[in-house]
């Protein structure tokens, strides 16, 4: 059997159980989606996500549930019916051995919690090799790149450090993927969860260039979790850019093609020039629908008498 029959099968089936993660997901039906036994399914999907598949959809199921809690004014009993659990002690019993704390004291406190953001099988199978800069396949470069100046308020960030990551892949071989999925619970953010390459001054001795934070008002006074950090940015403008919309296993290409159009950019015509010393440069999760986008830190410049 070709691997990529192998990843477009589990592929099939975890596109399967997020169309259907409200309603009854059998083994059959997921061997249905593969193309496969249901034998076969099993073990291809566990030997490619780390998981059984019931052990994802459980896993799955409770974060978005986690997310339901968290955001809306929901009995802790109407969301484990509609995320499929039996019975109101069952998911009781399941979030709590999942994150440590039981739905209702989460709905009371929400904390950050270590969210399950499964990834995509087909789009880890396109990465590219450790420290190698992604590259457009052709030579052109995009034929849209949206540009915009924003201001960035003074604001917290929690943050998680590598060691001596400088980019996305290296940091999960360091510290594991699931720091996203922390970030992402974390209620009070500003913003979405980023990717970040921080100024030298930001960096403490023996820690990494890239790191994976998220955004928070300046009267953020809560506990984080162990392994975070939490520190202060100023003020700051921040040039964007967004490039076209992209199939989602083009993720590589798109980053590349963004990654070209920056070198080449000149912020001195339209009154700006770099400032990475001054703040963060970072990086939104690659969405295929929007186009990827990056923001570098920038500084007006003053205009000559």
């Given amino acids: 059997m070709e691997r990529w029959d192998v990843i477009h099968a589990v592929q099939r089936m975890q596109d399967y159980i997020d169309e259907h993660i409200t309603e009854v997901i059998t083994l059959a039906q997921l061997a249905k989606a593969a193309g496969y036994s249901p ?24 974060s978005k549930a986690a997310l339901v809690l968290r955001d809306e004014h929901s ?15 069952g998911f009781t019993r399941a979030f709590t051995k999942q994150f440590g704390l039981s739905p209702r004291k989460y709905s009371q406190e929400v904390p950050p919690i270590r969210l399950f ?30 540009v915009q ?9 929690m943050l998680k450090r590598g060691v001596i990551a400088e980019e996305y892949f290296t940091f ?29 001054h930001l960096i403490p001795a023996g820690t990494s260039k890239y790191v994976q934070g998220v955004e928070l008002s300046m009267d953020f ?9 939490l520190i202060e940015l100023p003020p700051c403008k921040m040039m964007v850019f967004q490039g076209e919309p992209f ?28 400032a990475d010393e001054e703040a ?14 990056e923001g570098r830190p920038v500084r007006q410049i003053n205009p000559t008498n």
Avoid: N
Avoid at 48 to 61: G, N, Q, V
Avoid at 182 to 199: H, Q, R
């Fill in 39 to 62: 034998w076969h399914s099993a073990r291809i999907f566990k030997e490619l996500l780390h998981r059984t598949p019931f052990d994802y959809i459980r896993a799955l199921r409770l």
């Fill in 75 to 89: 009995k802790v009993v109407d969301v484990a019916l509609d995320f499929v659990f039996d019975s109101h002690e």
């Fill in 117 to 146: 953001i499964p990834y995509r099988v087909h789009d880890s199978y396109l990465t590219f090799p450790k420290g190698e800069k992604p590259m457009a396949e052709k030579q052109t470069l995009t034929k849209t790149v949206f």
């Fill in 149 to 157: 100046v924003m201001e960035r308020p003074q604001r917290k960030v």
């Fill in 172 to 200: 999960c071989e360091e510290v594991g993927c699931e720091v996203w999925g922390v970030l992402t619970s974390v209620k009070e953010a500003l913003y979405e969860p980023i990717g970040m390459w921080l100024p030298q």
């Fill in 221 to 229: 006074d809560r506990p984080i979790p162990d392994g975070y950090d």
């Fill in 247 to 274: 199939q989602d296993e083009q993720f590589r290409e798109a980053i590349g093609e963004l990654w070209e159009t920056m070198d080449h950019y000149q912020p001195e015509l339209y009154g700006f020039e770099w």
């Fill in 280 to 293: 963060p440069r970072f990086q939104l999760s690659p969405m295929g629908y929007r186009g990827y986008i």
